[in-house]
């Protein structure tokens, strides 16, 4: 199987690419709210809404483990040919995904919560504008407070493959593998920081990971400097565990915000802007500061600074832990 080239498709391949990273955001952007709304209002008490509405930020990691399990195993079947067609079955494969995901959405009831809302006849007409209207404030914020999330993450996820093989000298098996062992570990990691933000508040454990995150930029680059591979593995380790103690909480943290008839809009906005100006170009401001500078502490400054944006938006945040949404009427 032949691999399509630009002189036999032209500039349509890159048409097709992002109309179809098109209609795939416009169905992650709806999914992600009703997955953890869903989570969070099935929730019995109040207590538990950060353990619970971490559940579905598991998914993530999972995912991508999944994701680079998948490219790692066809990467070595294929061998020299994965460009042509290796690459390709894990994308075939995914329809397995799509169609449990599917299964098990349609299975699932309203909540509590909104079906008195839908009782009272309190159902937004057009939720979107409403909470625009309503809420700009929350959206804008929840969104920047993701900034100190998003450029990290994309950074550890998708730019270490150019910074491994280019400047460390790393396989891009080796890195795979990598963040399959950091993937990993977030299984654990992600439940365990929404326990802690239902005892300490999702504020406090937010800015916290924003704050160890962003400092630990600068150790990060200069452990995987090292080309050492125990080190470049614990590097992985400790971003992504700092990394989920934002992820974790996140949910709760964002949904809360937002009064129950206007959630579902206002979460999901807040949550996607964020990935339109800090994690979409994350990769290629960090490619432009090592072409720039050569050096991976330049990338961490900037990690950094987006780590003290996130730590003021949240700050600003309103604190809702423990409240009663179900007397919630705005």
Request: hydrophobic share 55%; glycine share 10%.
């Amino acid at each position: 199987m032949r691999p399509h080239t630009y002189e036999q498709i032209g500039v349509w391949g890159a048409v097709l690419l992002v109309a179809l990273r098109f209609i795939q955001g416009i169905g992650v952007g709806g999914e992600w709210g009703g997955s953890v709304l869903l989570s969070m209002e099935w929730a019995r008490t109040s207590k538990n809404r950060g353990l619970i509405a971490a559940w579905p930020q598991f998914g993530g990691p999972a995912g991508f483990f999944l994701a680079n399990l998948a490219i790692l195993a066809f990467s070595q079947m294929s061998g020299d040919q994965f460009l042509s067609w290796g690459w390709r079955v894990p994308f075939w494969l995914s329809l397995v995904m799509v169609g449990i995901g599917l299964w098990i959405r349609l299975g699932i009831l309203e909540t509590p919560i909104f079906q008195q809302v839908i009782a009272d006849e309190r159902v937004a007409r057009a939720p979107v504008a409403e909470v625009l209207k309503r809420q700009p404030k929350e959206i804008i914020l929840t969104a920047v407070a993701r900034m100190g999330q998003m450029a990290p993450v994309y950074v550890y996820n998708a730019f270490v493959f150019t910074y491994g093989m280019r400047v460390v000298g790393a396989s891009r098996d080796f890195l795979l593998i990598v963040l399959l062992i950091g993937s990993f570990f977030s299984f654990f990691t992600i439940p365990f920081s929404g326990y802690p933000s239902d005892r300490l508040g999702r504020k406090h454990i937010y800015i916290f990971g924003a704050a160890a995150t962003g400092l630990f930029a600068f150790a990060y680059f200069a452990m995987l400097d090292t080309a050492i591979p125990v080190l470049i593995i614990l590097a992985t380790l400790i971003a992504f565990a700092f990394h989920d103690l934002m992820w974790g909480p996140l949910a709760a943290l964002t949904a809360e915000c937002f009064t129950p008839r206007l959630r579902y809009s206002g979460a999901s906005i807040g949550f996607q802007l964020a990935a339109v100006f800090a994690g979409g170009p994350a990769p290629m401001i960090a490619t432009a500061l090592l072409a720039a500078t050569g050096s991976g502490q330049v990338i961490a400054l900037y990690i950094f600074g987006s780590a003290i944006v996130s730590i003021a938006a949240t700050a600003f945040l309103p604190s809702n832990r423990g409240r009663d949404f179900a007397r919630d009427h705005l």
